[in-house]
């Protein structure tokens, strides 16, 4: 890092909380003039968090904010922008329908009374287009260009504000090979004009290239920096990893049974480049592991018929199988509690008893009339089984916990015997009380012979839960890890592109 007196930008025990979650606890960064500062950590490290602090978005609970030495509170994203901060987000902020001018100098347009002075307006944003290598007409609509150039008209929009820290949240995720390596061009250019950047990605290869120093969050805290010398794909994974795992985890290892599902060269539509080959079997408890985007969710989107494979073959109990939509799956007994709960999962207007009974409805009825008499049994079942507090099976779903919610979730399902229960992000946003719940039960489960694929972003989840797992990145699966090979370092490096230790 350059010297003390050429810092930019500074903060100290920041901490900010959520309702239920911790998000930064005491942490410290800081940023010289003309240095490139990746962040990198696993989901959920509190990186996110502390973007949106820097950029105005939210304000910290507690801790000091610098700005060339001097303490600063940013009320809003407009404050930081004046003092030369702009956070240039995953999902881009540009109106596709103006042309590239309008869109740098939006709401900031040079002119007087009210008029707009339009031959001044195009030749600044020619000056600042020119910053980031974009020769392009200034009149040029901005829908109508690739994703990676308005990226680049991003950058240039936030120059125009004079801005001297860039920060850089998963720039590449959506950028082809081309386009990232032009991205990068263009920031290594901006830090010789003295342009500070906090750059934020999983793509470890892409921060070993860039950076000047590495700062690692894990669980909220700093885990630890890299100086340019250090940084290589081990010390990174090394930092981001590292933690005991608890001792919530009450795992009988079962022999596995015969097949339930088996995938060959599955294509699934969001990664229509890449094929994916796996199976799990009776009795098995298979984890996905993986970074946000990797393509877990979207496989068992495919696997449940939500979007249905483009190629490829998938057996269910050795038998093929090709289902066009989910109740195509539910009959070949695939069940899939989905990652948002609340969006995909439940129906929060409607009682306990209306949702865990939904999947049966059609299973239960008695000559095209609901059979009230079923549908309570199946509630009463589900409330017993998955211990769902609840003062009785009326109760609106909306007003449980999300604890509560998740089981209703995995109780409307268990009624359907499923051959194979798919879960995605099984405990996410639920208490530790629930989650232990919920271990326990895909344990019985596993007992009881069902085969289990769950995807999760909690590292110690997949090491606690699964025999085997599969790791994603990028849409294909990297590696497969059996339960002796399982650390936090291998799949963390498999998840980043790394390749399997012998």
């Known amino acids: 890092m350059s010297d003390h007196q050429d810092l930019l930008l500074e903060v100290r025990d920041l901490t900010k909380s959520f309702p239920g979650v911790l998000a930064l606890k005491g942490v410290s960064l800081s940023l010289a003039k003309g240095e490139v500062l990746s962040l990198i950590g696993e989901n959920g490290a509190g990186k996110s968090t502390l973007m949106k602090i820097l950029a105005g978005v939210q304000p910290p609970d507690s801790g000091e904010y610098l700005i060339d030495g001097s303490q600063v509170i940013l009320k809003n994203v407009r404050e930081a922008m004046e003092q030369g901060i702009?956070?240039?987000?995953?999902?881009?902020?540009?109106?596709?329908?103006?042309?590239?001018?309008?869109?740098?100098?939006?709401?900031?347009?040079?002119?007087?009374?009210?008029?707009?002075?339009?031959?001044?307006?195009?030749?600044?944003?020619?000056k600042h287009l020119k910053r980031v290598g974009l020769d392009l007409p200034t009149h040029t609509i901005t829908g109508s260009l690739p994703i990676g150039k308005q990226q680049l008209v991003e950058i240039a929009k936030a120059l125009s504000c004079d801005a001297r820290v860039l920060i850089m949240d998963e720039p590449t995720s959506s950028l082809s090979q081309k386009e990232t390596e032009t991205l990068f061009e263009v920031v290594k250019g901006l830090r010789d004009q003295g342009i500070s950047v906090i750059y934020i990605s999983h793509r470890l290869g892409e921060v070993k290239e860039l950076s000047d120093r590495v700062t690692v969050f894990r669980d909220g805290e700093n885990a630890g920096d890299l100086a340019l010398e250090e940084i290589n794909h081990e010390s990174m994974v090394r930092l981001m990893v590292g933690r005991d795992l608890s001792e919530f985890y009450d795992r009988a290892i079962h022999q596995p049974g015969g097949s339930v599902l088996r995938a060959k060269q599955v294509v699934s539509p969001s990664y229509p480049e890449t094929t994916v080959s796996l199976e799990v079997r009776a009795g098995e408890i298979v984890g996905i592991a993986g970074l946000v985007g990797a393509g877990r969710t979207e496989l068992l989107q495919t696997f449940f018929g939500v979007t249905p494979a483009l190629g490829g073959e998938l057996e269910v109990m050795g038998e093929s199988f090709s289902p066009r939509c989910p109740s195509d799956a539910i009959e070949a007994g695939l069940a899939l509690a989905p990652e948002d709960r609340k969006l995909h999962g439940l129906v929060l207007p409607m009682t306990v008893r209306e949702n865990a009974s939904l999947p049966s409805l059609e299973r239960d009825q008695k000559k095209g009339f609901l059979d009230e008499s079923a549908e309570r049994a199946i509630a009463d079942e589900a409330v017993e089984q998955m211990k769902i507090k609840t003062p009785h099976i009326e109760q609106v779903?909306?007003?449980?916990?999300?604890?509560?919610?998740?089981?209703?979730?995995?109780?409307?399902?268990?009624?359907?015997?499923?051959?194979?229960?798919?879960?995605?992000?099984?405990t996410r946003g639920i208490d530790v009380g629930a989650k232990r719940e919920i271990y326990k039960l895909m344990e019985k489960l596993a007992g009881e012979g069902m085969a289990i694929l769950f995807v999760s972003s909690e590292m110690e989840e997949v090491l606690g839960m699964a025999d085997r797992a599969y790791v994603m990145h990028e849409g294909r699966i990297s590696g497969e890890l059996n339960r002796q090979e399982m650390s936090e370092e291998s799949i963390m490096n498999l998840a980043t592109g790394g390749e399997k230790a012998a």
């Open 397 to 426: 779903t909306r007003f449980l916990s999300g604890g509560n919610q998740q089981k209703i979730v995995l109780g409307k399902w268990l009624a359907m015997k499923p051959k194979l229960l798919m879960l995605d992000e099984p």
């Open 86 to 126: 702009a956070l240039i987000h995953q999902e881009l902020n540009l109106a596709s329908n103006l042309d590239l001018a309008s869109n740098i100098f939006l709401g900031r347009e040079p002119g007087a009374k009210g008029f707009i002075n339009e031959k001044d307006l195009h030749a600044q944003a020619a």
